[in-house]
Every structure is written in structure tokens, then in C-alpha cells.
């Protein structure tokens, strides 16, 4: 059954060629067509468009349908093109011409934009939900390991005294910048695009203010182009959410793969969160991590993707658009994947409390030991000279025992006040 079904059939070919894999992906979709339907089925009801009756019997049969989907019972056969063109027939087979009459008034274009909306809905505020879950795991390992030293590298090389306490909050607070971008995408998405139809409107006196507050959107997209050619964005918009936390994840999976290896040995996880190798028995490999590393790298593709499918389109439809889903739909798994698998294995994390003992690490302390000098009234020009001459010469004598106390360092990391303003966000 098709939708735009006119009584003749179409070659198979151009049939598998044109579906796609819709009716897969529409397995995470049709939960919100059902909720869709039901408002708008309502709408209909409160206009005149449908009985009193044939309303309660549309609900009754929709709220089946959703039920069967909960439960994973709802399926897509080949017979059927798409999730909406499956529950019309379900409600046609149960209701006959009542059944027939829940396409009134909308398009198969505005119940995809909705539908998609509603999903991008929920799954931003559970991607949401577990960055801030890892957020809190990073806060509390930063506290708990605040006063364990770790060395700072600028290009690859030994710079200055880091500390885990660093490390851990520097990827917490790195996260509330991206739920900015995770919020913006959540307000796009947060309009009812519901009744923009094929993308110019009806002649149906349609109630869209209804569906709105029916399905718990905070506003309209008033033009019905505008929602149309939001067909695309708010997928767009989604993506760039979700790459800011993968760059995060990424770098982090990297920082962890380097200081799991034994030449840094600064970290440790326990065996069955590592793999070994066929033929060389001491191997704990970071698989985890690099997975990590390798999906947030193929997220972070993925506005760039959108781009190339949508752009330059023209207003209006266009099959192009049905392209999005399948790059989006699977990211979207990806990344809350990615996001539980991290925040799992960072709960095992092993900290290495005697890096700073080994004497190759006793340079990162030349600033701080040229920072007492100054402070002990030599011009910092000088100190510096001072400094670069006793390293030459290897007569440095670090200064161990620092000190430092401004906002946002290893010995004031301000916690509370990352965590305040991740509650604000």
C-alpha cells in the first residue's frame, strides 16, 4: 500500500530503489506518527471534519497501534511503503471509511516533518540526559583526584604540573558547551510543523494552535514553507548538537588510548574492559576507546553529510529530503551509544598516583621554580635566563612543593561553580 497509490503498479526496481531502507528506520519513527495522528485525528474531531464517534474510534485503534510498537510488535512488511501508509491500512482494515478518512487535511510531507520532530525531541533530551549523567561521573573523579598530580604537555612534549582533578573537569565543563548547541537543536525541533501539509497549507479549516499544545510543542512553525524547508535543518541543526559532545568524547577516547599505552602508563582499566591479542599474550588494547574515537570522528562528519544532501535544493519537496533519515536515525544510536559505553567504563578508571616521581618529569616544574623567583623580586627576563641556563647545564633544582590558587587551577578547580553553571545550562 501506497499512499500516493493512483491504481497501477510500479516496477520493482524503482520500488526498491526509492523505498530504500524507510521501512527499517521508520521502526523508530512510528511511536511518533501514532502520537501525530492522534492529535490530528482530535483536530479533526473538533472541527467537524469527523463524528464524535469516528474520533474515539480512530484514538481507540491508534492507541493499539502504539501499544504493538511499544512492545516491538509492529512491523513494516514489503507490501507496505512506509510507517504511515501501514498504520492507515491497519486503521482502514480495522474501521473501513472511517479509517480512510485519518488523511484528511495533511500530506505524507508534513507527517514525516512531524513525526520527526517528536523524535529528534526525545532523543536530544536523552542524549541530553546522559551527558549529564557522564558530566556528573567526570565532576565526581575530579574531585576524588584532585590532588594527584599529572604532567601537562604542550606539543606532545613535558610542559607543566596537570592534575587528574584538571583532566576529569576539563572534559565535565567542556560538555556544558556542548549542550548549548544540543539545546539549540531541541528548540528548532520544539515547533509543530503539523499542518503545512505538502508545504503550502489547506483549505480545510485546520486547528493547528489544537495540535500544538496537543502534542506538547512549545510553538508553531507558523509558515507553511518555512516548515517545509525545515525539512532537512532541524536534522542539520541535531547533528551539530551531537558533534560538539563527539569532539569532546573523541579527544577524551585519545587522551585515553595515550595514557593507557605503557610508555605513559598513567591510567589503567581492569582486564575485561581491554581486549588481548591472538598471538601476544601481554596486550591490553583500548578497543573500547578507540571505537570511541573512530564513531565520534564519523559523528562529527555528519552536519557535513546533511549539507551536501540538502543543499542548494529549492523550496518546496523534494526527494532528496528522504536521504536525511537514514544519515541521521543511525547517529543519533551512535552517539547515545558512545555516550553510555564511556561513562560505563570511566565508572573502572585506575589512576597511577606516583607519575610525577620519575625524574623525567622534574622539568614541568621550571616555570613554577621561575615563578618564585620573581616573586622573590628577580625580573621575570632574568629568572627565565636563570632558568634556561641551570637546565642546560643540568644543575636545575626543581621546585616541587607548588602553589596555585587562582580560579580554575589544579589547586582551585571550582568544582561547584562548573557544576552551577552545567544546572543553569
Known sequence: MKLWDKGFSTDQKIDHFTVGNDRELDLHLAKYDVIASKAHAKMLGKIGLLTAEETSALINELDAIGTSIERGEFSIEDSFEDMHSKIEFILTEK????????????????????AMHLYLKDELARIK??????????ISL???????????????????????????????????????????????????????????????????NFTTREMGFSTQKYNVVAAQMGRGKVEKATAFGMAGIAATLSKMAMDICLYMSQNFDFISFPDELTTGSSIMPHKKNPDVFELVRA?????????????????NLPSGYHRDLQLVKEIIVPAIQDMKACLEILTFSLKEIKVNQGILKDPKYDYLFSVDTLNELVQNGMPFRDAYKKMGKEINEGTFVPKRDIQHTHDGSL???????????????
Open 95 to 114: 474501521l473501513g471509511d472511517t479509517g480512510k478518512k485519518i488523511h484528511t487535511a495533511r500530506s505524507r510531507n508534513d507527517q514525516v516533518l512531524v
Open 129 to 138: 540526559s546522559q551527558t549529564n549523567a557522564l558530566f556528573d561521573l567526570l
Open 142 to 208: 575530579a574531585d576524588t583526584y584532585k590532588q594527584v598530580l599529572l604532567p601537562g604537555y604542550t606539543h606532545l612534549q613535558i610542559a607543566m604540573p596537570s592534575s587528574f582533578g584538571l583532566w576529569f573537569s576539563a572534559y565535565a565543563e567542556s560538555l556544558i558547551d556542548d549542550l548549548y548547541f544540543v539545546d539549540a537543536a531541541y528548540k528548532i525541533a520544539d515547533q509543530n510543523p503539523l499542518g503545512s501539509a505538502a508545504g503550502y497549507g489547506s483549505s480545510f479549516p485546520i486547528d493547528r
Open 295 to 311: 564513531k565520534c570522528n564519523k559523528l562529527q562528519s555528519i552536519p557535513n553529510q546533511l549539507t551536501l544532501v540538502i543543499n
Open 411 to 425: 589547586g582551585n578547580l571550582c568544582l561547584e561553580e562548573i557544576k552551577a553553571k552545567m544546572k543553569k545550562s
